[in-house]
């Protein structure tokens, strides 16, 4: 009720059209009669605070005080007899049984005991337990002299429980109304069993149903105005920004997109919405959204492509520069002033050898000193190391000697071992320091002797280097360049091929999720199928039954009929006994005279009329014993009604929990098998009722017709009775004139006819009421069997819609199929190509790393050339003086080194033919991976909008 109040204080205190609705309020009398002066809890304590109280003087006391409240009811509890009174709650009547309770309540726990626990006991959860009492102490102060006070009354079971629930009530009220239920499922303790009745009981009494209708009415989503405009302004800016008033602009955009105003309200702060209403705003706002993310792909798609046609763009230039360059070089390449400025370009900045041969023997030198150093230390650590093994010694010595504290050894040893660990450590690590400055000793060595063995070998071939290393630099730029440019290409095809392999692993999720779906979708619809035909099955056997209660009906028809002729005959006879009668009393003063021979026939009359009486009063007992065995036929009925109306049941909360069995798992699996078992079991325990009730209903149906044959035999014995009396009558009409005592005892004999007849209309009259109860009987059986048609109809509708869903299912599982079959192709494809990638890359990886090794071997060459230039300047001379003399061979010579420069120049225009083949390739392979790309990318949003359509469907169903 807080709540309920809370909710509405805030609708009203926002200014939205709410009009007030008191809700649960019927609750506050039965509050009012527990909690006042006069009501339950005060009576209780009073009584319990006298010692002759008793339960019936507690109950007087309450009927006299309470009884005339409308809340206060008498007892009407059909589980138990001996309650003395009721409460009406809000949610329906609870009847109470106040037995014991003047007991209970005077036996609370007691502080003295709660001492002695916290106190003496050696239990640590014991005192853990009681920590929070305040106890009473065990030792009580002295009085010095004082009089002593007269205690008041202990405290009661009731007391403790209202000042905890003043607390609670309070704590509740400073608090925000968040609140759980926790609900019985059944009443026996049985894992997995639920009773619906009683979970709707429990609803209803705790106010949950309450609940929800005040939530459907009322507004249970609300938003303040700047979230709510942030959120929601991509679906109106204009409206937004039309009005500073939050609510002119919020009415403005909820107007634009159509959105009913009966499903919002506008406050002072916060927009509320009712239930479910929030859903179709977000469903706009995510149509907007994936509209403009769409967009935004397809700008970053654009500018990236736009990059990629500048950098092509740019390379088509550069390359129509290097060609033109290349061109005029091979018209220059003859011309003398162009040689010799080539011939000198590299001279200059020319570093002096000698000098670096100084620099280099220096830092040998430095190496060689931290070598040494490195030595000292391994001496210095191996000393230290001998010491510390002699420490280790000594200590192991004074152990042996000493024996005493082990503690001190151990402390000892692992000081030793821990130092010897560092030492050990750092030995390594100098040993480490002394290899690597042995191996650049070593290398520095074997630099230094290359370096005086080549300065001598590289002197004669000046000229064919220096013309090598202008072609090497030319092929070291074109390299680079195209080397830079594969590399670009290759990380932009990892990219392409990552985002490929991302998106394969999410359709394969998005597959593995459909087929799990699609699976749980057989297994319900298979369970379905065969609920369907227990419940078809369970529908013929109850035809079956109906069938054989209309032939028994028929029958008990025709026995009734045969029962009411047999009734009009024995009326027909009563009344010529009637018209015998007062044609006797005519002729009574005639037949006086006959008495004595009629006498000695009224004996033989009478021991005939015994005989009849003791038939009737065996037709009697035969007849309560049919209607025993017709009660008995009831009980098994009613029984065999309620295993019905129970297996009913179960069906029922089998089609509750069939929504539910989407995401089933092998326990609930089990959990089906068993509950299949236990239905099996049901209608096994069914059929053996309807047998064994079957058997005994023919049995009674036999009983009662041996019953009626014999009661036929009997009224036929009677009529030939009849017919012998009434020949008797006439002859004694005849021969005896004074039959006054005669017609004394035909009256007795008549007044026994009449009790058998009697006796004979309330056979009838039992007789009918048992064919009226097994018309009624009959008509549960229809109605029955009409709800269990119509049962069978819902259900065959309900496994209808899932046949649809389950063929709507497989056609997306088909089309899904078919869709990831194409992306598995397209991704193997791209896998194949992929590798093809990798080997061309792996390919130019390994030309680039020979190029790269051949480069340096160049550089290295240039560098000594380089640094032997200043030597050959020298030699000049004496080359220009032995010129004309060596003019020939000087001539063949270069005749050779130019036939090497064609040649090596036509292996770099192959190499360059080679590599531009190789980049169309590339390119070509690159449009045609990027085309795939866009046929994946348009295959993945297929995809996610199916799936996105699957997880809906899946969730409405």
Partial sequence: HHMFVVEQEEYVKEGIDWVMVDFGMDLAAAIIMFEKPMGIWAILEEESLFPKATDKSFEEKLKAALGKLPVFLKPASKTDKNAHFGVSHYAGVVNYNVTSWLEKNKDPVNETVVELFKSTSTCQLLKHLWRDHPGQPTTAPKDD??????????????????????????????????????????????????????????????????GIRICMRGFPNRMPYPDFKMRYACLGQAEIASSSDNKVASYALMDKINFDRERYRLGHTLVFFRAGSLAGLEEARDGLVIKWVRFIQGEVFKRVRTRVYEKKRDQRELIKVAQRNFRKFLGMRDWGWFIIIQKTRGMIGLP?????????????????????????????????????KDDIGAMTKQLSEEQGNVSVYTDRQAKAITIKGEAEVELVQQQKVLASEEN???????EVKAHSGSISAVKKDIEDVELAILKVEQEKGNRDHTIKTLQDEVGEQDEVINKLNKEKKHLSSTQAKSSEDLAAAEEKVAHLMSVKSQLESTLDQLEGGLDKEKKSRANLEKAKRKVEGDLKMAQDAVADLERAKREVEGVIANKEKNNQLLSAKLDDEQSLVAKAQKNIKELQGRVEGAEEELEAERQARAQAERQRSDLAREIDQLGERLDEAGGATVAQVELNKKRESEIVKLRKDVEETNISSESVLSNMKRKQGDAVAEMTEQIDALQKMKAKIDKDKTIIMSEIADARAATDEVLRAQASQDK???????ALNATNKKVDAANLTLGDYGMSKNKIANENSELLRIVGDLDN?????????????????????????????????????????????????????????????????????????LLRQKYEVEAVAKGEELEMTKMKLTARNTEAEATIDNMNAKLIQVEKAKGKIQGEINEMTVSLDQAQVVNASMERKAKAF
């Fill in 145 to 210: 002299g004082k009089k002593k006070k007269k205690g008041g009354g202990g405290k009661t079971v009731s007391s403790v429980y209202l000042v905890s629930l003043s607390e609670l009530m309070t704590t509740l009220y400073s608090c925000e109304p968040h609140f759980v239920r926790c609900l019985v499922p059944n009443t026996h303790k049985k894992p997995g069993d639920v009773e619906p009745p009683l979970i709707m009981h429990q609803l209803t009494c705790n106010g949950v149903l309450e």
């Fill in 352 to 388: 002096n050898p000698e000098e670096e041969l100084r620099l280099l023997e220096e830092k040998a030198n430095a190496t060689f000193g931290k070598y040494q150093e490195a030595l000292d230390v391994t001496k210095n650590l191996e000393g230290q190391m001998g010491s510390l």
């Fill in 440 to 446: 650049s000793r070593t290398e520095l060595a074997a």
């Fill in 756 to 762: 058998s007849n009697k006796a004979l209309l309330d």
């Fill in 805 to 877: 869903n389950l063929n709507m299912v497989a056609k997306s599982k088909s089309a899904l199929g078919a869709q990831l079959n194409d992306v598995k192709a397209l991704c193997d494809n791209e896998a194949r190509e992929r590798q093809l990638l990798l080997g061309k890359f792996r390919n130019l990886e390994h030309e680039v790393d020979g190029a790269k090794e051949a480069l340096d071997e160049e550089a290295a060459g240039r560098e000594n050339i380089l640094r032997l230039v200043a030597k050959a300047e020298g030699d000049a001379a």
